[in-house]
């Protein structure tokens, strides 16, 4: 954002827009926002992450250009679910895929990603 003090309201309101794009997938205006200040790691209040909804709604682009601004690939949410889980549940692969090569945990959260992998007959996307 720029150096003007947001209110409380209006706070709330970029990061309900900043969460649209990124359940949308629009990539360039989200990353526009990160670029203007808006924290790449934000949550909204159920701990979801930008990273954890675009990879929940299966935006690849989107995934990787916050992974590039410095995501946490790691981040649960109040649910202990983690992004690489997500996009394992949606059948997202690219998005597995991007999650991987930026280290995501495959052991963290409930379930991991592997017990996700394994549930949803997955387990090729979590080998080399």
Same mark, same amino acid.
Request: proline share 3%; no cysteine; glycine share 10%.
């Given at each position: 954002? /720029?150096?003007?003090?947001? %209110?409380? =309201?209006?706070?709330?309101?970029?990061?309900?827009? @900043?969460?649209?794009?990124?359940?949308?997938?629009? %990539?360039?205006?989200?990353? =526009?926002?990160?670029?203007?200040?808006?924290?790449?790691?934000?949550?909204?209040?159920? &701990?979801?992450?930008?990273?954890?909804?675009?990879?929940?709604?299966?935006?690849?682009?989107?995934?990787?250009?916050?992974?590039?601004?410095?995501?946490?690939?790691?981040?649960?949410?109040?649910?202990?679910? /983690?992004?690489?889980?997500?996009?394992?549940?949606?059948?997202?692969?690219?998005?597995?895929? @991007?999650?991987? &090569?930026? &280290? @995501?945990?495959?052991? /963290? &959260? %409930?379930? %991991?990603?592997?017990? @996700?992998?394994?549930?949803?007959?997955? =387990?090729?996307?979590?080998?080399?």
């Amino acid at each position: 954002m /720029s150096s003007a003090r947001l %209110t409380a =309201e209006q706070t709330a309101r970029v990061v309900a827009i @900043a969460m649209d794009l990124a359940r949308e997938g629009s %990539t360039g205006q989200l990353v =526009e926002f990160v670029r203007h200040g808006l924290p790449v790691d934000t949550a909204d209040a159920g &701990g979801d992450t930008l990273l954890m909804l675009a990879a929940y709604h299966g935006h690849a682009d989107t995934v990787r250009a916050l992974l590039r601004l410095g995501a946490d690939p790691d981040l649960r949410n109040a649910r202990d679910q /983690s992004p690489v889980a997500g996009a394992l549940f949606k059948g997202a692969d690219d998005v597995v895929a @991007a999650l991987r &090569g930026a &280290g @995501a945990d495959l052991d /963290s &959260g %409930t379930p %991991t990603a592997r017990a @996700a992998a394994a549930l949803f007959g997955r =387990e090729h996307l979590l080998t080399d």
